[in-house]
């Protein structure tokens, strides 16, 4: 059974780093093809993807975003984890953030989410 | 590549069908899913390859169209099926992108 589990912490303040962690299992990140991606949703909004990482540790972020500059995302190779960093945090940023398991050689779409974990960004 | 939805949101009656429609800014070929979120809900995959099932999603949904439009139907609506409903593309990406949904009301 694929699961997947987003921590991190649920309050930050303005300016300070945002680092998030999933942790997986039923699948390997060494497998050809498996990726994970974080996607997140604002209070009200629609669903926003940010970064993906896949089995060669290659790194993908949305560009389009102004907050591509502050992302960063990495896996963990001695644990089934990706851990998803974001600078300087903004209230906007405030959101339940989302990783999901992306299988590129079968279905490409996010097949299974973790429950997601909400981050609030206030003083 | 932009992903417009329409209607915003659909009121249906339970045991009737509901039509959500997807449009991209560019051709995707069939590189388009949908996604369902019920109300404090995680999102949930039900349709992959633009008219594909995932696993155990119910015969009552089904996907159709491909390049630039795209639609998800609904029969018999159920209770737990008021929800949001969102289209992704992964034809071009990064980034993937997603629709601002269409709500699913009683």
């Known amino acids: 059974q694929v699961t997947l589990r987003e921590s991190g912490p649920a309050l930050v303040r303005p300016t300070q780093t945002l680092t998030l962690t999933c942790d997986f299992s039923?699948?390997?990140?060494?497998?050809?093809?498996?990726?994970v991606s974080w996607i997140r949703q604002a209070p009200g909004k629609a669903l926003e993807w940010l970064a993906l990482?896949?089995?060669?540790?290659?790194?993908?972020?949305n560009t389009f975003l102004k907050t591509m500059t502050r992302l960063t995302i990495s896996k963990d190779f001695s644990k089934d984890q990706v851990v998803l960093s974001m600078t300087n945090m903004e209230p906007e940023d405030t959101a339940t953030y989302f990783c999901?398991?992306?299988?590129?050689?079968?279905?490409?779409?996010?097949?299974?989410w973790g429950q997601g974990t909400l981050v609030t960004v206030s003083s | 590549i932009v992903l417009t939805q329409s209607p915003v949101s659909l009121s249906v009656s339970p045991g009737e069908r509901a039509t959500l429609s997807c449009r991209a800014s560019?051709?995707?070929?069939?590189?388009l899913a949908w996604f369902q979120q019920r109300p404090g809900q995680t999102p949930r995959l039900l349709i992959y390859?633009?008219?594909t099932r995932a696993t155990g999603i119910s015969a009552r949904f089904s996907g159709s169209g491909s390049e630039t439009e795209f639609s998800l139907t609904i029969t018999s609506l159920q209770s737990d099926d008021f929800a949001i409903y969102y289209c992704?593309?992964?034809?071009?990406?990064?980034?993937?992108?997603f629709g601002p949904g269409t709500k699913v009301e009683i």
């Open positions: 999901t398991r992306v299988d590129m050689a079968n279905i490409f779409a996010s097949d299974v």
């Open positions: 390859g633009a008219s």
């Open positions: 039923g699948f390997s990140l060494n497998t050809r093809g498996m990726c």
């Open positions: 560019h051709a995707v070929g069939s590189n």
């Open positions: 990482i896949d089995w060669d540790d290659a790194k993908y972020y």
């Open positions: 992704q593309q992964y034809m071009t990406w990064p980034p993937f992108t």
